[in-house]
């Protein structure tokens, strides 16, 4: 058997007490009051940081020039060294030879007839 369709008992929509209550205008509002203060205090300390922020910047960025600096006067250090111990290998590659010449005439025998020294490019 089949009810009739006035028959099918059909759902009521029935509020609830916190429903209507959260409509209320002024339970919203003094639900929603705290968040103005909360959201200006977040923002001043998201502008405290960023100013905080922005002064550690500039202060990292003035030691990285300062450090900058630091590190190209030590380059022309090493170089200005490097070319100093350039020019002591030339005076030292000199000595050499002429040790070398000097030692030359100490071997020879002194009764030996006099021969031009050999050129330095023959070695």
């Not at 929603?32 to 960025?61: C, D, S, Y």
């Amino acid at each position: 058997m089949s009810l009739p369709p006035s028959a099918v008992p059909r759902p009521r929509l029935v509020k609830r007490a916190e429903d209507s209550t959260s409509a209320d205008p002024v339970r919203v509002g003094r639900r929603l009051g705290w968040l103005l203060p909360l959201a200006i205090a977040a923002a001043l300390v998201a502008a405290i940081g960023w100013g905080l922020e922005g002064r550690r910047a500039a202060v990292l960025t003035e030691q990285v020039a300062e450090l900058e600096a630091q590190v190209q006067v030590q380059r022309a250090e090493i170089a200005a060294r490097q070319e100093h111990l350039e020019s002591l290998r030339s005076v030292a590659a000199a000595v050499e030879e002429q040790v070398a010449t000097l030692r030359l005439l100490v071997d020879r025998d002194p009764t030996a007839p006099v021969s031009p020294p050999p050129p330095p490019d023959a070695r």
